[in-house]
């Protein structure tokens, strides 16, 4: 069985390495650069299901607790319900 990891060099900007390592609060460089990988993966198959969901939703996707009434105490931002709109424009 062939081993998952191989050593590869590569030409890095060490600013953005270093960058990313801070915001990513990795410890190595290895480790910030696995976690970038999976990070951008994640990112494209989170398109993918937000664009099927779009298309499956014909364009519109709503908050299903967005007529619920609020007591007043219910209005900071970490519990407030939004209503969401996604453009039909967004399927392709």
Avoid: W
Avoid at 41 to 59: I, M, P, T
Avoid at 62 to 67: F, G, L, S, V
Avoid at 73 to 90: A, G, I, N
């Amino acid at each position: 069985m062939a081993s998952r990891f191989q050593r590869k060099n590569y030409r890095i900007d060490t600013t953005k390495l270093n960058r990313t390592r801070k915001i990513l609060g990795t410890r190595t460089e290895t480790e910030t650069i696995h976690r970038a990988l999976d990070l951008g993966a994640d990112e494209v198959e989170l398109a993918k299901a937000l664009k099927d969901l779009v298309v499956k939703g014909r364009g519109q996707i709503e908050d299903i607790d967005a007529d619920r009434s609020l007591s007043s105490t219910d209005h900071d931002q970490s519990t407030c319900v939004s209503r969401f709109l996604v453009s039909s424009s967004l399927r392709g």
